[in-house]
């Protein structure tokens, strides 16, 4: 039985590729059923990004020509024009390729978090459909546990890469939970937006939008659930909150003087200002004041790429993870594999030791029984020699990889492979 | 003869030890929690191994050096037990736990048959109440010294603009700050009894005070530098840096008052 993922993603395939190829859950299970019997056990992956299958099969070129095929029928396209942007791998590459998807290594953002959520919905919907077993079950709960490794023991997914997040992940570091803290925003701007979304939505106690057009801040508010204020209101305000995030155009300028004074009534508590203003609307010298925190757009795009870099480096990390996890996945395997082609041998030889003693002895049937014992011990004898060296010589390969391909060679050529098969679907 | 009790403790202690540099290698909490519950059961042993020690002589085992190090491992331990009911921060007991380990390990391979420093009738419970005190107090400012140096560290990165990947990793400066308050205030509590129960055995032994006594007078810079640290806090609104290096300095003074007194100063203590 081979382990394969066969699709295509954002590094193959062009958006209007893609998009073709997104299908709905139900369409996806009537895909993965129509590709039974080639495919024992199957899952579909889609996401904006990836269109992938991963499936169980004895038979991988005519499985991936159903695939075709069924895949052409359902975006009406010839097999030969889509092929191009479909890769195939293979056992542990395709272990690999799985866990590297799973983990967020093979994604368009490096370390973003929502691709193995959708690789646990596609592998849901496959399980309660009853597209997989034994092997599938075993090779995705591999992959889930790897994929939380590499997010906890690597930096691909600890550090935020773009400015909004860098802003609301500096908070937390100042004041870790948000919970007891307010924000204001001074200026309505579209800039300011998405960074106030964002602490918003980390759960802030109070949040308020000042502007100099009371009703652009009344709309903002509104969208964001805050209060909207004047400018002057919003000047005053500025003792109450803890967060305070500057977008204003037209001059303004938050001076040192003012924020010393502030911070003379606030008992010590940080200020955290983010200013995102162009021209900036604070005094740099701000940021020298005691307890006081001051980030400007440059310093947060600064943060960002010195976090994409830094999740860059992880990747080599993450692989050397995976790669044990691949090599543990391929051991387990064994354990399914090796073992019990070792005792199919056996009780495959034993049978024929069986059938060949029973025509001999018709043969000879006064034989006496002394002799008879004599002769089923001899032929007994033969065959544990027989199997005794290619099974020592067969738990000796050290390669798991290899050994997992030598057990599949031996059901081969002993042709024990239905009978596999059989017990495995038993 | 080897004490069971004390082998365990430190053997307690060497397997969160090593489940603490698991931790500074994958930073899954899974290795913070187990090195956090070996050092509750080598905490938990230690206890056993001071009260047994304790009925067996009829007295506490302070007056030799593996029952020094022992109280001291005993209490930084009970200070990281004690201080995560405050709040967890991960990074603290794997930081901590090894010299928790290092500390038992010693006193474990000192030779318990070693000469005693102190007469036994000295052990009254007024002294055995300001040893236990006065360890308690440091093991204390050792915890909210570690803290305040995470908070130095993380502050100073946040101020300069560079968040490296280990900053992430380090707890909000908010809990920081809160956990060295947390730390300084039991110490000062702590310190500050250990320093009248020792007058207070002082004057039985004596009947006088030594106040200038180094260690005494130390311990007593010790406790005004810490007030000035909560004063600064509460009455003037100071936080960050400034406050941080009363932390740091009186947390110098008292290692000194603690330790460093006996080697360059005369002293009427025997430790």
């Known amino acids: 039985m081979k382990f394969i993922v066969y699709g295509l993603n954002h590094t193959t395939a062009p958006v209007e590729v893609r998009e073709k190829y997104a299908l709905e859950q139900d369409r996806v299970l009537e895909v993965l059923r129509g590709l039974k019997p080639q495919a024992s056990e199957g899952v579909f992956l889609s996401t904006c990004n990836r269109v992938e299958f991963y499936l169980t099969t004895e038979t991988v070129d005519r499985t991936i020509e159903d695939t075709h095929k069924t895949l052409s029928s359902i975006h009406k396209l010839k097999p030969a024009d889509i092929k191009k942007y479909f890769y195939l791998y293979e056992d542990s590459e395709a272990f690999f390729h799985l866990f590297r998807v799973a983990s967020s290594l093979d994604s368009m953002v490096l370390g973003e978090a929502q691709i193995l959520g959708q690789v646990k919905d596609a592998y849901e919907g496959s399980k309660e459909a009853g597209m997989t077993g034994t092997l599938l079950n075993g090779i995705f709960a591999r992959a889930f546990a790897a994929a939380k490794k590499v997010r906890s023991q690597t930096d691909i997914a600890r550090m935020p890469t773009n400015v909004s997040s860098v802003a609301v992940d500096l908070a937390k570091k100042i004041f870790s939970s948000l919970k007891e803290h307010k924000v204001l925003l001074l200026g309505a701007g579209d800039m300011s937006e998405l960074t106030a979304k964002y602490l918003v939505d980390s759960g802030v106690s109070g949040f308020y939008v000042a502007n100099r057009t009371l009703d652009k801040a009344k709309t903002l508010a509104a969208k964001l659930g805050g209060k909207p204020m004047t400018m002057e209101e919003g000047i005053k305000k500025m003792a109450e909150v803890d967060i305070i995030l500057t977008s204003v155009g037209g001059g303004f300028t938050l001076k040192r003087d003012d924020v010393e004074k502030l911070i003379k009534s606030r008992n010590g508590r940080s200020l955290f200002i983010i200013d995102i203003g162009v021209p900036r609307n604070v005094d740099p010298e701000v940021g020298k004041l005691e307890s006081v925190y001051l980030y400007n757009i440059d310093n947060l795009s600064a943060i960002a790429n010195e976090n994409k870099g830094e999740r860059q480096k992880a990747v080599e990390v993450a692989e050397s993870i995976l790669r044990e996890e691949v090599d543990q996945l391929c051991s387990w395997l064994l354990s399914l594999e090796l073992v019990p082609t070792i005792t199919r041998l056996r009780n495959s030889y034993e049978t024929i030791r069986q059938n060949e003693l029973q025509d001999f002895l018709k043969q000879f049937p006064n034989l006496p029984e002394k002799e008879k014992k004599a002769i089923e011990r001899l032929t007994r004898d033969i065959t544990l020699k027989v199997l005794h060296e290619p099974t020592v010589n067969l738990k000796k390969v050290e390669d798991k990889v290899d050994r997992f391909e030598f057990a599949r060679m031996l059901r081969e050529i002993f042709s024990l492979k239905d009978q596999h098969d059989t017990e495995g679907k038993s | ?271």
Request: aromatic share 20%; proline share 3%; glycine share 8%.
């Open chain 2, 1 to 271: 003869m080897i004490n069971i009790f004390y082998a365990v403790t430190t053997f307690f202690y060497a397997v969160g030890s090593w489940f603490s540099f698991r931790y500074y290698k994958t930073f899954e909490p899974f290795n913070e929690k187990k090195a956090f519950q070996w050092l509750l059961m080598g905490f938990l042993a230690q206890a056993i191994t001071l009260a047994d020690q304790w009925v067996s002589t009829g007295f506490a085992p302070l007056d030799r050096i593996d029952g020094i190090l022992m109280i001291l491992s005993f209490s930084l331990a009970g200070t990281l037990i004690f201080g995560r009911a405050k709040a967890s921060v991960p990074i603290l007991v794997s930081l901590f736990l090894p010299f928790i380990f290092l500390l038992s390990a010693i006193g474990f391979a000192t030779d318990i048959n070693s000469v005693p420093f102190m007469d036994a009738h000295l052990m009254t419970p007024v002294m055995v109440a300001h040893i236990f005190m006065t360890f308690f107090g440091f093991s204390n400012f050792t915890v909210g010294f570690g803290v305040g140096v995470a908070f130095w560290i993380q502050e100073g990165q946040l101020k300069q603009h560079q968040m490296k990947s280990w900053s992430y990793r380090l707890p909000a400066l908010e809990i920081l700050d809160g956990l060295t308050v947390f730390h300084v205030g039991v110490g000062f509590l702590f310190w500050g009894l250990g320093l009248v129960l020792g007058t207070v055995q002082a004057y039985q032994v004596w009947n006088q005070l030594p106040l200038f006594d180094p260690k005494i007078f130390g311990s007593l810079l010790v406790l005004i530098i810490y007030a000035l640290f909560f004063i600064l806090r509460w009455a003037l609104g100071m936080r960050g840096k400034k406050t941080m290096t009363l932390v740091m300095i009186g947390y110098f003074l008292a290692l000194f008052t603690f330790l460093g007194v006996r080697l360059f100063l005369t002293t009427q203590h025997t430790f």
